[in-house]
């Protein structure tokens, strides 16, 4: 069965350390989505990539975080420097056409940050 | 720009009770529609979703939803909740022009399930 992974699950960090977290998506899948969710804001849109090629990161903090995809298989997030307000879950998704023309996506667990 | 709209962000039902959860979308083209539930430290998983056809999709877990075109809305149901229900749920859109991909969530609705 074929899954998003996402590592590490768990980071607990002091403010001011660079963060990476890492998202393998499903072989075969063209597009990875990053999003974070916090009780307060819900579940938000960092940046897509399709392809490979960023298409948007409009809701990406461009001062700290940066998203990358360096091959197919590797998605990249790093927030440097990290702060308080980045504790939350960062969730990777993949995803891919349907037969019925619709797109499909499909969510790692997620890794729970906590900035210290 | 598309959005979603979920009407209560807790619903509390007692089990086998009728479970109704609200979705409402802005959009003068009907997108694509979805619900996702999440279950507690997990990742969202796909309950449903309308493309086009019939309006009353079936999901997992025994959920479907309505699409009604005049109302603007895709609400999620099940006949007879049951405790393992209890969950997050999302309504979802996407537009079906070349960003048909770009899946846009509504803030989720949380669901409790009484005994």
């Known amino acids: 069965d074929a899954r998003v992974t996402q590592t590490p699950r768990h980071k607990v960090t002091e403010m001011g350390q660079e963060v990476t977290m890492r998202c393998q998506p499903i072989?075969?899948?063209?597009?990875v989505f990053w999003y974070r969710q916090t009780m307060m804001q819900g579940l938000e849109l960092l940046a897509y990539?399709?392809?490979?090629?960023?298409?948007?990161d409009s809701g990406m903090p461009k001062d700290r975080f940066s998203a990358e995809m360096p091959d197919a298989t590797l998605a990249t997030l790093k927030i440097q420097p990290s702060e308080p307000r980045d504790s939350a879950v960062y969730f990777c998704?993949?995803?891919?056409?349907?037969?019925?023309?619709?797109?499909?996506?499909?969510f790692g667990p997620g890794t729970r940050l906590t900035v210290t | 720009a598309q959005s979603v709209t979920q009407l209560g962000s807790h619903v509390s039902v007692s089990e086998g009770a009728l479970v109704l959860l609200r979705c409402n979308y802005s959009?003068?083209?009907?997108?694509?529609l979805f619900w996702y539930v999440q279950y507690p430290n997990q990742g969202l998983q796909l309950l449903l979703k309308?493309?086009?056809?019939?309006?009353l999709v079936k999901g997992i877990n025994g959920f479907e939803a309505e699409f009604k075109k005049s109302e603007t809305s895709f609400h999620l149901t099940k006949p007879s909740a049951h405790m393992s229900d209890a969950a997050e749920y999302f309504c979802?859109?996407?537009?079906?022009?070349?960003?048909?991909?770009?899946?846009?969530f509504g803030p989720g609705t949380s669901l409790s399930v009484i005994p």
């Open positions: 998704a993949s995803g891919r056409s349907g037969r019925d023309g619709t797109y499909e996506q499909y």
């Open positions: 072989l075969g899948h063209n597009t």
């Open positions: 990539f399709r392809n490979r090629a960023p298409l948007d």
């Open positions: 959009s003068s083209v009907p997108p694509y």
């Open positions: 309308y493309t086009t056809g019939a309006t």
């Open positions: 979802a859109v996407s537009d079906r022009g070349p960003s048909y991909d770009k899946v846009i």
